[in-house]
């Protein structure tokens, strides 16, 4: 084949459309593998490069042959082929997850463009990190949220359809605003809920140690990020510590006061940027509440970008409905403790995928019904 031929679109059209299918299937699963290494390590700051694959447990390097996306899993029916450990099911199920989406992806949007399908299969597969991440580290890393963001508005300049337009100034304008609102509009009512909701008090088992170090709050089931909980400089961590341990002392029975200034032990106050590692004993923590953390303002943000501001306004009506109908089902089966533990990233994410597969059609059929 010559290289003009290589590069005719007519030959190309001649592909079996759903030899393609196949094509973003496979594709799709390989991803999936490198998804799961984002989500590994992302949230513990390794690098997503090197070393090369390897297993969790004992660090076997996994060669090529080992490390064919789901195939290898059922295989070696989720153990490592070196130490025997199990391998998560999450694995399998990313790799599964993406290639469905990459598949859907192509069916959808193939037929209308090829690139339009494949900075959508960009965008969800940022989507299912950003999602598992979340559910277990209550994160969304930057590399998702702000890389989410330039990746967005660079896509619409080169792709105008994603935003409906036919030039790439308009389409790129088009998706500054999109994260313009979506950042705005969740960083307002993110302000709004600190209003409302104030303080969290936390019950805690008697003698629960939680330790406070340069950038976070430590407890036991979760790791809470000083910028998730300080916004202003009235904003404070308070609780009463049966034992209070700093690198050159120790408290009794004290009350402990933390603001983003000012860190006050007893009657002692120091400056929290000197005190690198604090850790205490008690049974009850009071927290600033927020509606929602950063890590969401900048992830509407990145969905804005991809999908304009109109999907903002869907993914946040729509997050919601379904944080409601969560919560309703734990309520029933008296799981409500869990709803804690949810983060609303997840949400977020559900939405904005409804969105792009059959939300932009729902609410234009909607509106073209009522409100005309």
């Given at each position: 084949?010559?290289?003009?031929?290589?590069?005719?679109?007519?030959?190309?059209?001649?592909?079996?459309?759903?030899?393609?299918?196949?094509?973003?299937?496979?594709?799709?699963?390989?991803?999936?593998?490198?998804?799961?290494?984002?989500?590994?390590?992302?949230?513990?700051?390794?690098?997503?490069?090197?070393?090369?694959?390897?297993?969790?447990?004992?660090?076997?390097?996994?060669?090529?042959?080992?490390?064919?996306?789901?195939?290898?899993?059922?295989?070696?029916?989720?153990?490592?082929?070196?130490?025997?450990?199990?391998?998560?099911?999450?694995?399998?199920?990313v790799e599964l997850l993406t290639g469905i989406i990459f598949l859907s992806c192509w069916l959808f949007f193939g037929h209308q463009s090829v690139f339009l399908a494949l900075v959508y299969c960009i965008f969800l597969a940022g989507l299912i990190a950003a999602t598992f991440i979340d559910f277990e580290h209550f994160i969304i890393p930057d590399e998702i949220t702000i890389g989410g963001i330039v990746v967005g508005i660079l896509c619409s300049f080169f792709v105008p359809a994603m935003h409906a337009t036919t030039t790439p100034t308009s389409s790129m304008k088009a998706g500054a605003w999109g994260a313009i609102v979506g950042a705005g509009l969740i960083y307002g009512i993110l302000r709004l809920g600190k209003l409302a909701f104030g303080r969290q008090n936390?019950?805690?088992?008697?003698?629960?140690?939680?330790?406070?170090?340069?950038?976070?709050?430590?407890?036991?089931?979760?790791?809470?990020?000083?910028?998730?909980?300080?916004?202003?400089?009235?904003?404070?961590?308070?609780?009463?510590?049966?034992?209070?341990?700093?690198?050159?002392?120790?408290?009794?029975?004290?009350?402990?006061?933390?603001?983003?200034?000012?860190?006050?032990?007893?009657?002692?106050?120091?400056?929290?940027?000197?005190?690198?590692?604090?850790?205490?004993?008690?049974?009850?923590?009071?927290?600033?509440?927020?509606?929602?953390?950063?890590?969401?303002?900048?992830?509407?943000?990145?969905?804005g970008a991809f999908l304009g501001w109109q999907a903002v306004i869907f993914s946040l009506v729509v997050s919601s409905f379904l944080g409601s109908l969560v919560g309703i089902f734990l309520i029933i089966s008296k799981k409500q403790a869990w709803s804690s533990r949810l983060p609303y990233g997840p949400y977020i994410a559900m939405a904005a995928t409804l969105w792009l597969f059959g939300g932009y059609h729902f609410v234009t059929w909607w509106a073209a019904k009522y409100l005309h």
């Open positions: 084949m010559g290289n003009n031929a290589m590069f005719d679109a007519d030959a190309w059209a001649r592909v079996p459309f759903h030899f393609w299918s196949v094509v973003f299937f496979v594709f799709g699963c390989m991803v999936g593998s490198f998804l799961n290494v984002c989500i590994h390590r992302m949230p513990i700051g390794e690098s997503i490069v090197s070393p090369p694959s390897h297993c969790p447990h004992c660090k076997y390097s996994i060669p090529w042959f080992l490390n064919v996306p789901l195939f290898t899993w059922l295989y070696l029916r989720g153990k490592c082929a070196n130490c025997r450990a199990p391998i998560s099911i999450r694995y399998f199920l936390l019950e805690l088992s008697s003698g629960t140690k939680i330790i406070f170090t340069e950038t976070a709050v430590v407890l036991p089931d979760k790791e809470i990020l000083y910028e998730e909980l300080f916004y202003r400089q009235s904003d404070f961590i308070r609780l009463e510590a049966s034992k209070v341990e700093l690198s050159d002392r120790c408290y009794s029975n004290v009350e402990v006061r933390l603001t983003p200034s000012r860190l006050q032990i007893g009657e002692d106050e120091l400056n929290p940027d000197d005190v690198p590692y604090l850790e205490v004993m008690t049974d009850k923590l009071v927290l600033p509440r927020e509606a929602m953390g950063l890590g969401d303002v900048k992830f509407m943000a990145a969905i």
